[in-house]
């Protein structure tokens, strides 16, 4: 079986999911997992899907003939899974302002955690109405970085972080 990553943009109306799902499904292939949003009027995500290896080929150029409905599609082969690093998930909270992400994903690059989720969203503060970053990431972190390394690295950014950790299940 191949696993296929296909990700898509366009302006959004009702029935894009369904245009995907109908293809996916005329190959017999398996919605496995997705990401999907709207965002300012466009409808992006990303969508993994397990097919046949001898479906591949078609189901791609299938998905790539969405085109012709607005979507912009990509679709790449999937690669087999990494073993498992250890995990963090946490979520940051500080006032919003110009370079945010970039200063939070250089620290994480810099002590070599690998994002393996990250969504955010701006929202307005209870009181003032201040515009207040919010992201939840969830990390792989590499052998000897702690999980105190990574809330102390980000709260050195600005006292104004607050860095919540969810700390993994025990298994």
């Known amino acids: 079986m191949a696993s296929l990553v296909v990700s898509l943009a366009g302006m959004d109306r009702p029935g894009l999911v369904n245009s995907l799902s109908v293809r996916i499904a005329a190959m017999g292939g398996s919605w496995l997992e997705s990401r999907l949003a709207h965002l300012a009027g466009v409808f992006a995500g990303i969508v993994l899907v397990r097919v046949a290896d001898e479906q591949a080929e078609a189901l791609a150029a299938s998905l790539a003939a969405l ?40 620290t994480l690059r810099g002590l070599g955690a690998n994002i393996e989720e990250f969504s955010s969203h701006i929202q307005s ?31 050195s950014l600005t006292a104004e972080f607050m860095v919540d950790i969810t700390e993994p299940e025990a298994v």
Not at 72 to 94: D, H, K, N, S, W
Not at 127 to 151: C, K, N, Q, Y
Request: hydrophobic share 45%; charged share 20%.
């Open 67 to 106: 085109s012709g409905e607005g979507l912009t599609v990509q679709v790449l082969p999937g690669a087999a899974p990494a073993p498992p690093a250890r995990e963090m998930t946490f979520e940051l909270v500080g006032n919003d302002r110009p370079g945010i992400v970039r200063e939070v994903t250089e």
């Open 125 to 155: 503060a209870p009181f003032t109405g201040a515009e207040m970053f919010r992201a939840l990431i969830r990390l792989g972190l590499p052998a000897g970085l702690s999980i105190h390394d990574v809330r102390a690295a980000l709260e």
